[in-house]
């Protein structure tokens, strides 16, 4: 009987936890939605509202834990908006400043919600930036891939020829993948070349029967 007793205390005392952290969520859901709060900051607002008396089963850890997971929440969302913020406005090319960038996006209400520091919008965008230039690599790489007139044999052709150039660069700058890095053509020259170079080591593609030995006559 004693221990059948003690089983539902630990069940009522859990239940009573995961109600606390609960509470605590949502308190946190209400009161704290900018990404630069810092837990000492805010404790004193939480305090003077009645839940946080509801949430006492909740050690001082537990409750740091519970804001700093809030917290990472609010800081993915913050970036999201900002990040799509950078996407949506005119202007912003691969070569871009962060004193470029900023004159164009200052007046959008996004701006300063994703943060009051300088410096943490500045290293955001910086950030923002390489990822947009390393998906806008990979995609000239696949577009390059798509190019099914391009063989081992194009890469010396195209260093020896300006006409293989000219022809080869006529047919690229139809698709925006290569339009894109029109501000930096040193880099989409270097990525072109790069690839080139990678086909002409690889070679010739083996015969259609060559990976089919049980198919040969």
Known sequence: MASILRERDKERDA????????????????????????????????????????????????????????????????KEMFHRLLDETDGIGLDITWHQARRLIRDDPRYKRFSSSEKKREREF???????????????????????????????????????????TSALAKDRRYLVFEPLPAQRDRIILDYLRECEAKGPPPPPTASEPGKRK
């Open 126 to 168: 910086n950030a923002w930036l390489e990822g947009r230039l390393d998906r806008a690599r990979q995609e000239l790489r696949r577009l390059l891939d798509e190019c099914k007139f391009i063989t081992h044999e194009t890469g010396r052709r195209y260093e020896e020829s300006e006409t293989v150039r000219r022809d080869l």
């Open 15 to 78: 239940h009573k936890h995961t109600e606390a952290a609960d509470m605590f969520r949502a308190l946190l859901s209400d009161m704290v939605r900018h990404p630069d709060a810092t837990w000492r900051e805010v404790k004193k607002a939480l305090r003077r509202d009645t839940r946080w008396q509801a949430c006492e089963a909740l050690s001082r850890d537990e409750k740091a834990a519970i804001f700093d997971d809030h917290l990472k929440t609010l800081i993915g969302k913050s």
